[in-house]
């Protein structure tokens, strides 16, 4: 099964960036997108980005033109590359294994906080 490993979360002032990294490792087989989803304090979990296996991506509406999702298929590792970060942003972050809109496996998550 798919394990998930990530990396890349800390503190970052206001306007800075960060990029989040998310390494995966068995079997693919049944996966065909990747994502990143967010949960702040008093908030529900929400999709922050995905990226299918085709390459296509979509971002919720208030990430988007500030955050870009990629992948390096060579190191089966997805990446959450954040820019103008917000205070707002802050939250933990999860990368997900999915089988179309079915998340298959969680990561363990990455904090994010963004300082004002």
């Known amino acids: 099964q798919v394990q998930l490993v990530e990396s890349g979360g800390g503190l970052v002032q206001a306007g800075g960036s960060l990029r989040l990294s998310c390494a995966a490792s068995?079997?693919?087989?049944?996966?065909?997108?990747m994502g990143w989803d967010r949960q702040a304090p008093g908030k529900q979990r929400e999709l922050v980005a995905t990226?299918?296996?085709?390459?296509?991506?979509n971002y919720a509406d208030s990430v988007k033109g500030r955050f870009t999702i990629s992948r390096d298929n060579a190191k089966n590792t997805v990446y959450l590359q954040m820019n103008s970060l917000k205070p707002e942003d802050t939250a933990v972050y999860y990368c997900?294994?999915?089988?179309?809109?079915?998340?298959?496996?969680w990561g363990q998550g990455t904090l994010v906080t963004v300082s004002s």
């Open positions: 997900n294994a999915r089988r179309y809109q079915f998340v298959e496996v």
């Open positions: 068995g079997s693919i087989f049944s996966i065909n997108a």
């Open positions: 990226i299918t296996s085709g390459g296509s991506t």
